[in-house]
């Protein structure tokens, strides 16, 4: 049976320290620095994980992020980190985090990455991370910029080519003559206004699967099909 702390807050240094099998309910993370700990098994939900701080040479392993206003922290910065087996389920799970040399195993599900700068403190990015073994399930991308020098997810996501909004343009002029409900639905994919920039374009493929209708679908197929990276 798992322990369990509610309404915790960290404030102090944190150095080779070992967490294993627990629930944090509410944890505030005020730490400004977590070096060499291991976090193995643990739930933290409807928890902040940063202000300002940075976690390094840490290790993630079979933890889950859930809350909806749960966050890894808006800001902090991970550095050479690993996130085994995890799973990120919430909205602003990401908003105002940067990861640098990280790698990734697990899920991210129902996050919203924006580089919205209202949002956010500082403007989140993932630098030279392996997001390989990691699946998306209805991420949704609004901006750009968020992947430098990264590997991206083997499966789950479909990249196209979008060289200075190309693919965008294209989209939007080919659903001019379309059925209404078919054009609204794929103008919402290709939104210029939260979009512009993303190359390559990336769509997770759950997401896609259950947002367009047959018809859309096959209209999508039509739009994407030269501009799909292989």
């Not at 085994?84 to 990401?94: A, L």
């Not at 992947?147 to 979008?162: A, D, G, M, V």
């Not at 379309?178 to 990336?202: C, H, M, Q, T, Y």
């Not at 896609?208 to 994407?224: H, M, R």
Request: charged content about 25%; proline content about 2%; overall charge positive.
């Amino acid at each position: 049976m798992k322990a369990v702390e509610k309404n915790v807050r960290w404030t102090k240094k944190l150095l080779n320290k070992k967490f294993e099998n627990m629930n944090f309910e509410a944890l505030t993370v005020l730490s400004k620095t977590i070096n060499n700990c291991t976090f193995i098994n643990i739930e933290f939900k409807h928890s902040s994980l940063g202000s300002k701080t940075t976690y390094k040479n840490c290790k993630f392993i079979k933890c889950t992020y859930t809350g909806m206003y749960a966050s890894l922290g808006n800001p902090s910065n991970f550095i050479n980190c690993i996130f085994q087996d995890c799973t990120f389920q919430g909205k602003m799970m990401f908003m105002g985090s940067i990861f640098r040399n990280s790698k990734f195993s697990g899920k991210m599900k129902n996050n919203i990455l924006t580089n919205e700068k209202r949002c956010l403190k500082k403007l989140y990015k993932f630098e030279h991370c392996d997001l390989t073994a990691i699946e998306f399930e209805n991420v949704s991308l609004n901006g750009n910029r968020f992947f430098k020098s990264c590997q991206l997810p083997k499966s789950s996501i479909r990249t196209f080519e979008n060289d200075n909004d190309e693919l965008i343009d294209f989209a939007l002029k080919q659903i001019e003559g379309l059925d209404a409900e078919i054009k609204k639905s794929i103008a919402v994919i290709f939104d210029k206004k939260l979009r512009s920039g993303l190359n390559p374009f990336i769509i997770d493929i759950p997401f896609l699967k259950n947002f367009l209708d047959e018809a859309g679908k096959l209209e999508f197929e039509k739009i994407v099909n030269k501009f799909e990276i292989k």
